[in-house]
């Protein structure tokens, strides 16, 4: 896990890359990669790439970024870990390949020299790649499948600019950092700014399972190598004849697999493990697959002892059922208030989520491990939120208000004044938007309402982010021809919630910390396993997954419901956002 950055001046008309900038650059983003720095700039000064190391995968020198080929024409700045990259570099070696270190980076060196873009179907892992082509003069820029690692660019016309972070650029003083009314309409509607958007007019993001190509001239083209609604709408392979029981097993074998090759590193990985069934059954298949003792943090907190919020003692007992070393780390409010300007300054751009997420990677940092699994993912895939039987039913049941419009927007005009005082200002809309699968959605996920905008933004300021967002057909575009309902509410929210909000805030969480987060249940492998068990009519749950490790989890964490969204929450996420946009 590391920062990644770059310029390249391609045109004529701009000057050449500017050293100190690509410094000042590199130096903002020293937590994401404490172990080493490294700047490079070619020959005609028309390209610099930087980099920031953590070390986790061949701590030695040999590791050292930005990396070149043996012959210098291309030069590599990587963010994430390939998973797979050993029996990738096996097959590169029997192809003539030889390799100065152990590290996965110069595999995807040797990889894009021997398949360029096309290397990327063969990846099995999180990534933002940036690999500069001295004698082509091309920068490619590529984002793993699902966007677990962020990678944003600005193009001026002139220039482009490349980095980890939205702030990163920033740093650098050449960025226009006009507010994107996108992106500020996109956050108090969701909660988090949607993608491809960010805070600034002149930065994007490139979208999840894409990539980019810069040449001489400018000319840019975006390639998209996986996209998630066509492999939602149609299964990787055809499984006939295949019954729950065979499921099971292979909804295990894969599961277990993927821990295994996330649990390959050269220092010690740990398991964020709460009393939920993702990160217990993390730690269950990863007793399975390691040799020695697993790692376990919990984070607990003292206000909640005696509660049923408390997870420290579910976690205890997970911990004991499978002998992990085990540590829990207690917060208080104070702690919280002593951090807060702290945790602001480390959001790269404004969410309502992410603070458990920092603190659990804090608390993991001080007890001395560099890398963590997380069970970010297992919602999404298995069913986990109250969406994936809400929407359906409630799709289904005002289905027929959708043909009379006016109704709905009669009913909400008359109701919201009334309604806010007493419930959630979101059932004054439930005749308008709850017809269809997108408008349901942002009824079940939304912060604010469109028709309370007004609240917190200018008339112009709505009416133009409104419409780059394109409103509700961009959701709509995510579900767009999937029939299957349960793949449906996963295409919802793998591609908003899990995208835009938890996978981002992960990340600048963890950087922050200069930990690596990696996430066993988004792996493309178990993404292609249970969506063609869906395919097959066998529904994959997260009881199932929690069943299928070879030593079953608790009976008390089997059983264990959490309670999740109370209206005292959605209100206080309600009010959190407006601080968060006033500090940031």
């Excluded at 967002?469 to 295409?491: D, E, F, P, R």
């Excluded at 292609?528 to 070879?550: V, W, Y």
Aim: hydrophobic share 35%.
């Amino acid at each position: 896990m590391c920062g990644i950055a770059g310029i390249y001046a391609f045109s004529t008309n701009t000057p050449p890359v500017n050293t100190e900038e690509l410094i000042r650059i590199r130096d903002t983003m020293t937590a994401r990669g404490p172990d080493g720095k490294g700047l490079w700039v070619s020959a005609n000064k028309r390209c610099g790439l930087v980099h920031t190391r953590l070390a986790i995968i061949d701590l030695t020198e040999a590791g050292h970024q930005p990396m070149p080929t043996p012959d210098g024409r291309y030069h590599i700045s990587f963010n994430g870990e390939i998973y797979n990259y050993q029996s990738l570099k096996a097959e590169l070696e029997q192809k003539g390949h030889r390799f100065k270190s152990n590290s996965d980076t110069e595999v995807l060196l040797h990889l894009y020299q021997e398949h360029g873009a096309d290397m990327l179907s063969k990846l099995r892992g999180m990534f933002a790649i940036a690999i500069w082509d001295e004698q082509e003069q091309t920068l490619f820029l590529a984002r793993d499948h699902f966007g677990i690692k962020p990678l944003y660019i600005a193009n001026d016309g002139k220039s482009i600019r490349f980095a980890s972070q939205v702030k990163v650029l920033v740093a650098g003083g050449q960025i226009d950092t006009t507010p994107e009314p996108a992106g500020l309409v996109g956050f108090y509607c969701w909660g988090s700014v949607p993608e491809p958007f960010t805070r600034h007019k002149g930065i994007r993001a490139l979208p999840a399972g894409s990539f980019i190509t810069i040449n001489s001239k400018g000319h840019t083209q975006q390639h998209s190598y996986f996209d998630l609604n066509q492999a939602l709408r149609t299964p990787s392979e055809a499984i006939t004849a295949l019954n729950k029981s065979d499921a099971l097993a292979l909804l295990h074998s894969t599961l277990a697999d993927s821990v295994k090759h996330h649990l390959i590193s050269d220092v010690p990985v740990g398991v964020f493990l709460s009393a939920g069934l993702d990160s217990s059954t993390l730690v269950a298949l990863a007793s399975e697959v390691k040799d020695t003792q697993i790692r376990t943090v919990t984070l607990g907190f003292k206000e909640y002892v005696g509660t049923d919020h408390d997870e420290t003692i579910l976690a205890q007992t997970v911990a004991d059922h499978y002998h992990t070393q085990h540590s829990t780390k207690w917060v208080t409010q104070a702690d919280f208030t002593a951090e807060y300007q702290t945790l602001l300054n480390a959001m790269d751009q404004p969410s309502i989520d992410g603070v458990n997420t920092y603190f659990v990677c804090k608390a993991t940092k001080e007890a001395g491990l560099k890398v963590a699994l997380s069970g970010i993912g297992g919602d999404e895939l298995l069913g986990g939120y109250p969406s994936f039987t809400q929407l359906p039913q409630m799709v289904k049941a005002l289905k027929p208000f959708g043909a009379l419009p006016l109704i709905g927007k009669g009913f909400r005009l008359m109701s919201a004044p009334i309604l806010k005082h007493y419930t959630s200002p979101k059932y004054a809309g439930l005749f308008e938007y709850g017809s269809n699968y997108e408008g349901a959605y942002l009824l079940r996920r939304g912060l604010y309402m469109p028709w309370e905008l007004p609240q917190m933004l200018d008339t112009e300021t709505i009416k133009e982010g409104w419409q780059t967002l394109n409103g509700l057909s961009a959701v709509k575009q995510s579900h767009k021809g999937i029939s299957n309902n349960h793949l449906k509410v996963s295409a919802l929210e793998i591609n908003h919630y899990m995208r835009n909000q938890l996978l981002r805030d992960t990340d600048w969480a963890s950087m922050a910390h200069s930990l690596e987060v990696r996430t066993p249940l988004i792996d493309i492998d178990v993404f292609k396993t249970i969506t063609t068990l869906s395919h097959a009519d066998i529904s994959a749950t997260k009881l199932d997954m929690a069943t299928s490790s070879n030593k079953l989890l608790p009976m008390s964490t089997l059983t264990h419901n959490r309670l999740r969204n109370n209206s005292n929450t959605k209100a206080n996420l309600r009010h959190y956002a407006k601080t968060i946009i006033d500090n940031k």
